[in-house]
């Protein structure tokens, strides 16, 4: 057919093909997508008019499907799902009953079909593995209402953020214009205690998206604090999230009805308070256009061939694993409200996704890691500046935190675990595996043949170490023999074991520990995912650091981790090893996307360093500290840590 043979040209205009172009509104119709081209923020009635104006295609979802099916195969949690280990028994399911289901579904419209597979990914509950089409998540529902938990009088409760003034004026002028144009007086919710949320008890409504939408955690406690507003570090700049509730991925809701009581009154009133949608996509002009930079697939899409000599340009450093969720709402780029940045300054190596400080008793240093991403060896350099100063000022106790820390660099957790407790502990990490399905042996063994190394694949062997640390040398095949696993009573065997080679790094590290291990404490909202997971499970199970986590339901427990898989590959990551190892054309090898998304999954198994027959995803481990938020808490990271540092310590 005409539409493959352009789509394997990666010709992306919509004049090759869309569902746009069939659905181009006649004469005398009005372009929904037309209406608000040009808007950052839009009426979520309209933006979802113009996102389910993109009629269902077969072929679309033929080649999405068959795209995540083969994808899965590379999934090392697939087979933990039939039967989901307690307490994690919510994330249970059969994924190719799943994929089967929405194979056989009539849909509407093209959003209404990949809405079902996000839905269906979200609900493994595992943010290294889901489903992202851009076309559809290229907008965020804001409610001028943000809400969190907070303990009153002993009692802990719902409430619509008491900062939301502050917070909601840094979103914009259009923003807020939209509201009192329509003459909605959202100020005078703050502080509102939230008695119903559409009416039910708001801590079960928080279940309910706990369960249905948040999905980046396969710890529902966890996903519980995801639905609440909190601070965070976005880049580099302290930040606020709106939380699940306030800030849906999806323009679906025109209003949330909240039955609150306002603050200083005695009577409980009824609101229904508007959403407004935040436009995140590209510029656009009508539908065509929308279709063109949004959901035709791109140059980014799918992945490449590395090989010589096509890498020669591009390829300078040796790939670094990243194990990291998305989050799409940092484009929104909603700063922490001035009042509640830290008040105490800064200590040296501070200017990038760490920010560290010495709180005023003067022996505590706070290291607020934000994320282990950004510049790889800046890093290494602001967290040696870091202890520098924090030692040379007389700091005898360290606190971490990891709050909304979505992962990074695995390198980066493995850095910052040893330069804390020194390097005589040896090997930093963890025993991993990745899935030895028949396809990844072919990779492995076509990268052996043709001398593909750590600069161009992450399969090559000279990325991994034998467990006595030496590197595996390019001839090695770690899947062949693979080794047997069984769970769930499916055989999965996986590759050999292996570690991370991650050394040398770009600092010294100390020979003994900079700080009294017992004088080393982490603090969190259990929103730690990938390597902040595998960070924080390797103090806490090496060396029992102290954790406490603040929120959550107060009636359920909590996780101190999020999700802790070892390494993700998205799409293009996965396609260019495949394609690199030349076997694009092999049977079971996933075809290239013709719309641009991503299905991204957990390529790597980090195994329990208490029990090496678990992995650590699944490997249940509360925290020994709990603490509710207050009004002092919740979105003030100095009177937190002034606070955990009282107990802790």
Not at 77 to 87: A, D, R, T
Not at 113 to 127: E, I, K, S
Request: hydrophobic share 40%; net charge negative; proline share 7%.
């Amino acid at each position: 057919m005409a539409f493959f043979k352009c789509a394997a040209a990666l010709v992306l205009s919509v004049l090759c093909f869309s569902p746009a172009t069939n659905a181009a509104p006649g004469a005398g119709k009005a372009d929904p997508c037309a209406k608000f081209a040009g808007q950052q923020f839009v009426v979520p009635a309209d933006a979802l008019a113009c996102l389910k104006s993109f009629p269902f295609n077969e072929t679309l979802r033929q080649n999405v499907l068959t795209n995540i099916a083969r994808v899965f195969d590379f999934f090392t949690f697939e087979e933990f799902y039939l039967n989901s280990p307690p307490p994690f028994q919510e994330s249970t399911t059969n994924i190719r009953a799943d994929i089967a289901r929405i194979n056989r579904t009539k849909f509407a419209t093209d959003y209404n079909f990949n809405r079902a597979v996000y839905d269906f990914t979200t609900q493994l509950n595992d943010g290294h593995t889901r489903w992202f089409p851009d076309c559809y998540t290229s907008f965020q529902n804001l409610l001028p209402a943000p809400i969190v938990t907070l303990e009153e009088n002993g009692v802990q409760g719902v409430f619509v953020a008491p900062d939301s003034v502050e917070f909601i004026s840094l979103v914009g002028a259009d923003y807020l214009a939209h509201f009192e144009q329509i003459g909605f007086n959202w100020q005078r919710l703050a502080g509102a205690k939230v008695l119903e949320i559409e009416g039910q008890d708001p801590f079960a409504y928080a279940d309910h998206i706990a369960s249905t939408e948040s999905g980046n955690y396969l710890d529902h406690g966890v996903r519980v604090n995801s639905v609440f507003s909190s601070y965070r570090i976005s880049g580099s700049d302290f930040s606020q999230r709106f939380g699940d509730i306030a800030g849906p991925a999806f323009p679906d809701r025109n209003t949330l009805t909240l039955k609150l009581l306002p603050v200083n009154s005695t009577t409980a009133e009824t609101v229904k308070v508007p959403y407004l949608a935040n436009y995140i996509g590209a510029p656009f002009t009508n539908q065509a256009s929308f279709w063109a930079v949004n959901c035709a697939a791109n140059d980014e899409t799918n992945g490449v061939d590395l090989r010589p000599p096509r890498s020669a340009a591009r390829v300078k450093t040796p790939k670094r694993a990243r194990a990291v969720i998305i989050d799409k709402t940092p484009a929104n780029g909603v700063g922490l409200p001035d009042p509640f940045i830290p008040r105490v300054p800064p200590v040296n190596g501070s200017t990038g996704v760490i920010k560290s400080f010495i709180l005023p008793d003067n022996q505590t240093g706070v290291m607020f890691v934000g994320s282990f991403e950004g510049d790889f060896n800046q890093f290494q350099t602001d967290t040696l500046a870091a202890v520098q100063q924090f030692q040379a000022s007389g700091v005898t106790r360290l606190l971490i935190d990891l709050t909304n820390n979505g992962g990074g660099f695995v390198c980066l957790g493995q850095f910052l675990h040893q330069f804390l407790v020194g390097s005589q502990i040896g090997y930093p990490g963890f025993v991993s595996t990745s899935r030895a399905n028949p396809l990844a042996q072919r990779i492995v063994k076509a990268d052996i043949a043709q001398g593909n190394n750590d600069f161009i694949t992450f399969y090559s062997p000279d990325n991994w170490a034998f467990l006595n640390d030496t590197e595996m040398p390019l001839t090695f095949d770690y899947n062949d023999p693979s080794l047997p696993f069984k769970i769930n009573g499916v055989n999965d065997p996986t590759s050999q074991r292996f570690h991370d080679v991650c050394t040398p790094f770009a600092v010294p590290i100390p020979e003994t520990p900079p700080f009294d291990l017992k004088n080393v404490a982490i603090v969190n909202n259990g929103n730690c995912a990938s390597t902040c997971s595998m960070f924080s499970t390797l103090m806490f199970e090496r060396h029992q650091t102290k954790i406490a986590v603040f929120g959550g339901n107060p009636g359920e427990q909590i996780e101190y981790k999020g999700m802790a898989g070892n390494q993700v590959l998205e799409w293009s990551d996965l396609d260019t090893e495949i394609k690199t190892a030349g076997v694009k054309d092999d049977p079971l090898a996933p075809p290239d996307l013709l719309v641009s998304g991503n299905m991204r999954h957990n390529w790597r198994t980090a195994w329990s360093f208490l029990d090496e027959n678990v992995p650590i995803a699944y490997k249940s481990e509360l925290p020994q500290f709990r603490f509710a938020y207050t009004k002092d808490t919740y979105n003030d990271p100095q009177n937190l840590w002034e606070f955990a540092a009282s107990k802790l310590f």
